[in-house]
């Protein structure tokens, strides 16, 4: 009845003069389900991943990473607006050269002039970018010419190629300087953008759906799906029955628990990808009460690496995740080319965990099943966001090995607001953290190393200048190799020092409707190659009608 | 009359005003940090997130932010929503239509279906189709909205494709409609949560009129119409109803506050895009202004709903006006 319904409103609509011909390259409609509105429509002052979701494929940067993910120099890295670019013999510049094809969606043409504004603007203070500090290595833009962008930097840096691409999408001069800077943020302009991205803004309706149509006359080549549509719905099990029941297309976090009612419906698939999330029980080194005390407890690193081989990181995997995740590696994820797998984690061992206690004079003296030093329990509380079912679970497995050994845990599950901004303060004994990493293994600077402490993400205060000393030598080393043995030895240190017990690496878990043809999910943003993604003319639906648009004048809009 | 209204409107100022404060003081000393959740990209570290909240002036003393906002709000100026980038005026106009027009529509529902099952009831008082209106609207208003709400959308959506899974259009085809398909597509939307949430008021309206209707019946004039050879079914509805009135304009006066609660839950569940949701969502992310903001509008529904049971009440009421 409800595709009945579905069919007959899209009969009235090509009833009403709607052009349903999907043009021979491409057609069909992708409905995404997601879980919220983008904080933003513009690029500078996108923070969510909705909202990069949608600006990604509106707006284009000069080039994108690829997906290798490698961010030193300019390896693997995919052009968009800069058709080819050519470095300075010092490296302090880089020419880009700019496709003379490219056009705003309002037909105006891409000129270098657009990159030295949009420079100016994630740097301009009123706007508080959180892409600021990334591109401050960039020193200026200059514009010889329309088509050539020269991006000047202050010294040279293995990852000045990424920063002064992958971290700024560009915008329109010639719209955005109409409007004084301080406006942006609450500019009409900024829900209605206008990029040079193969998809073109067409609508954004709070709460119920964001939509893009294919730009037919795209400088990249037109898309091959006509339409994307993101589907907002908060509840994740209304947002499953949605995708279940075939209302969309696409569910980008299915979760282990759905994994097996995906899997009997015939009409969908489950597509498994390296993601780059990793989580982790994070000690905090310093006295949460007063941060200039060392933990009585954590700032020990062999009662940190006691505990660690106390608790069975596999069986936590395979009993939160199943298969769909591995236990994670130490401050690293497998999916960055410094990733090393030999180095070996902890042993899970109890009895050697209970010796090691022993000797450390945390003994159960008087009989509670409770070890004790000094009058104390050896006790503690694990902090955990209540939103995430896989954290909560994690922390009661880990509540339960732990008391085996004569550890008593208690667990408090606050709102993810709430764990945000006591994780922030360090104000936790220890946490379960979940890092979306960067795709950068530079971001271990802002994670682990003492630079993370303050301002940072390094809120559990690890502190090893050993660690530091390679991490930095690894960030400013050229060579891939070099850098690669550097980073490996700054995993093998802090996986002895145990700051954290390393979780889970999820895969990342994809829905899909059957007719939908994924090509290419790139492990930080699987919507990166959306505009190849196709679906048979033989096997589109009802909802798959619709109308592409074009930026070129030259050819009509259907 | 007059008098009436100016008393009632100063008082209603007072009470908004009161809501104001209160919800202000509660919202900003609950924990958690507004740009937790709303920033999940890797790079943006505590650094970051305290140069958004000293954008906003949330680094400054409590008393301070108070004063700023109620000199903004006397000025008309709801806010910024952090968590949707847009000011709380332009979410709320987008928001506020929807949830009205779901309450309005089970509000009616309810009534005319609450009262219909409480005459019934009555008129067949005793048989076994009283015994089952009665057990069923017990069964309904025990039950747990959100639970309610759950099952409708299993049964009608999921089980039996019947309806769409939740939203208040289908986002794929109504852009393209024609203007009265886009009606009958928003109307096939409204129907599972407005369904919803008229079986739980309609249930209590049902329960609460029954015992109304069923404390007139045995009174002196209905005694009295019966004596002078009136239809059981005319005495029924002309004479007891109306006299059952008091009890319905009591209820009118406080559906609006269980309404606006129950939209929290039906929105939730069923996507709809209402204030109840956006409500939510704003606790959630500590969206202080979106949050102020929804419960304003909440409580001036409410103080309005209670102007409307009061002016209801002297029009039912003869002796209220010699008041």
Redesign the interface.
């Known amino acids: 009845?409800?595709?009945a319904?579905?069919a007959l409103?899209?009969l009235?609509?090509a009833c009403?003069g709607?052009d349903n011909t999907s043009p021979a390259l491409g057609g069909g409609?992708l409905?995404i389900a997601t879980g919220?509105?983008?904080?933003?429509l513009l690029p500078p002052?996108v923070?969510?991943?909705q909202g990069?979701q949608v600006t990604d494929l509106v707006y284009d940067r000069l080039a994108s990473l690829g997906d290798s993910l490698n961010t030193l120099g300019d390896g693997g890295f995919i052009p968009q607006l800069a058709q080819s670019w050519t470095w300075a013999h010092d490296s302090l510049s880089i020419a880009f050269h700019l496709n003379p094809r490219a056009k705003w969606h309002d037909g105006v043409p891409v000129t270098s002039s657009d990159v030295r504004f949009t420079l100016g603007a994630y740097r301009d203070s009123s706007l508080?970018s959180?892409?600021a500090?990334?591109i401050s290595s960039i020193d200026s833009v200059s514009a010889p010419d329309s088509v050539t962008a020269v991006v000047w930097f202050h010294s040279r840096a293995p990852e000045q190629f990424y920063n002064a691409t992958d971290q700024m999408s560009i915008i329109p001069e010639h719209i955005w300087k109409k409007i004084p800077i301080a406006s942006w943020?609450?500019s009409d302009q900024?829900?209605h953008p206008i990029g040079s991205g193969q998809f073109r803004f067409?609508?954004w309706?709070?709460?119920?759906?964001v939509?893009l149509v294919a730009d037919t006359g795209n400088y990249r080549g037109r898309p091959k799906l006509d339409r994307i549509?993101w589907?907002?719905?908060?509840?994740f099990?209304?947002?499953l029955?949605?995708f279940?029941?075939g209302?969309t297309d696409f569910f980008e976090a299915i979760r282990a628990d759905a994994v097996a009612q995906a899997q009997s419906n015939p009409n969908l698939k489950l597509v498994a990808f390296q993601g780059i999330d990793y989580s982790f029980l994070q000690f905090n080194l310093r006295d949460p009460r007063n941060p200039a005390k060392p933990n009585r407890l954590f700032a020990d690193r062999e009662l940190r690496r006691a505990l660690t081989m106390a608790v069975d990181r596999n069986s936590i995997v395979r009993s939160v995740y199943d298969s769909l995740a591995e236990p994670a590696l130490a401050g690293s994820l497998r999916a960055y080319p410094t990733a090393d797998r030999s180095v070996p984690p902890i042993p899970f061992d109890i009895a050697a965990a209970g010796a090691k206690l022993d000797s450390l004079g945390w003994r159960d003296s008087n009989g509670d099943s409770i070890r004790e030093k000094n009058g104390h329990d050896l006790a503690f509380n694990i902090l955990v966001p209540s939103s995430s079912k896989a954290r909560t679970r994690m922390a009661v497995l880990i509540q339960e090995q732990l008391r085996r050994v004569g550890v008593t845990v208690g667990i408090e599950p606050?709102?993810?607001?709430?764990?945000?901004?006591?994780s922030?303060k360090s104000d936790y004994d220890a946490e379960i953290n979940s890092?979306?990493?960067?795709p950068s293994p530079s971001?271990a600077r802002?994670d682990w190393a003492t630079a993370?402490i303050?301002?940072?993400?390094n809120?559990g205060s690890y502190s090893n200048p050993v660690f530091d000393a390679l991490v930095d030598s690894a960030t400013a080393a050229y060579d891939p190799a070099a850098r690669n043995t550097l980073f490996r030895k700054a995993y093998r240190v802090i996986n002895d020092d145990a700051p954290a017990i390393w979780l889970a690496e999820p895969k990342a878990m994809v829905g899909v409707q059957r007719r939908i043809h994924v090509t290419g999910l790139r492990p930080d943003a699987w919507w990166q190659h959306i505009a190849d993604w196709w679906i048979p003319a033989k096997e589109r639906i009802a909802?798959d009608a619709?109308g592409a648009v074009t930026t070129d004048p030259a050819k009509k809009n259907p | 009359m007059l008098s009436l209204l100016v008393s009632r409107g100063l008082q209603s100022a007072l009470i908004v005003a009161l809501v104001v404060t209160f919800s202000f003081l509660l919202i900003h000393s609950a924990?958690?940090?507004?740009?937790?959740?709303?920033?999940?990209?890797?790079?943006?570290?505590?650094?970051?997130?305290a140069?958004?909240r000293a954008?906003y002036g949330l680094d400054r003393p409590l008393p301070e932010q108070y004063v700023k906002y109620v000199a903004q709000l006397a000025r008309g100026n709801l806010g910024?929503s952090f968590?949707?980038?847009?000011?709380v005026r332009a979410?709320l106009g987008?928001?506020l239509p929807r949830t009205l027009l779901l309450m309005a529509t089970a509000l009616v529902a309810s009534f005319l279906i609450g009262v219909g099952v409480a005459t019934v009831q009555v008129s067949r008082r005793g048989s076994a189709l009283d015994g089952f209106l009665d057990r069923a609207s017990l069964f309904l208003a025990s039950m747990p909205d959100f639970w309610l709400a759950?099952l409708i959308?299993?049964a009608f959506?999921?089980w039996i494709?019947?309806?769409?899974?939740?939203?208040?259009?289908?986002?794929?085809?109504h852009?393209?409609?024609?203007p009265y398909?886009r009606f009958?597509?928003s109307l096939?939307h409204l129907i599972l949560p407005a369904v919803t949430l008229t079986l739980l008021y309609a249930s209590g309206i049902a329960r609460f009129q029954r015992g109304a209707l069923l404390d007139v019946m045995p009174l002196d004039f209905i005694r009295t119409a019966r004596s002078k050879g009136l239809r059981e079914r005319q005495i029924l509805l002309h004479h007891a109803m109306r006299n059952a009135l008091l009890t319905l304009i009591t209820l009118i006066g406080l559906s609006f506050p269980a309404l606006l609660t129950g939209a929290v839950f039906i929105e939730?569940?069923?996507?709809w895009?209402g204030m109840g949701?956006?409500m939510?969502?704003a606790i959630?992310?500590?969206d202080y202004p979106l949050v102020i903001g929804c419960v304003i509008v909440g409580s001036v529904l409410v103080v309005l709903g209670s102007l409307l049971a009061d002016l209801l009440y002297r029009w039912a009421d003869p002796r209220l006006r010699q008041l």
Do not use: C
């Open positions: 009845m409800r595709k319904a579905a409103l899209l009235t609509a009403a709607g409609t409905v919220g509105d983008p904080n933003s002052l923070g969510t991943t990069r508080q959180t892409a500090a990334l943020r609450s900024a829900n067409a609508s309706k709070q709460g119920e759906s939509t549509i589907s907002i719905a908060p509840d099990n209304a947002a029955a949605r279940l029941g209302e606050v709102e993810f607001p709430v764990f945000s901004d006591r922030d890092i979306h990493a960067d971001g802002q993370g303050k301002g940072g993400n809120t909802r619709s | 924990p958690g940090d507004p740009f937790a959740g709303a920033l999940d990209n890797p790079r943006v570290n505590p650094a970051i997130r140069n958004l954008q910024w968590s949707r980038g847009r000011s979410v987008d928001v759950i959308l299993l959506s999921y494709p019947f309806f769409s899974i939740g939203g208040a259009v289908d986002p794929v085809v852009d393209m409609l024609p398909a009958f597509d096939w939730k569940v069923f996507a895009p949701l956006a939510v969502g959630g992310a500590r």
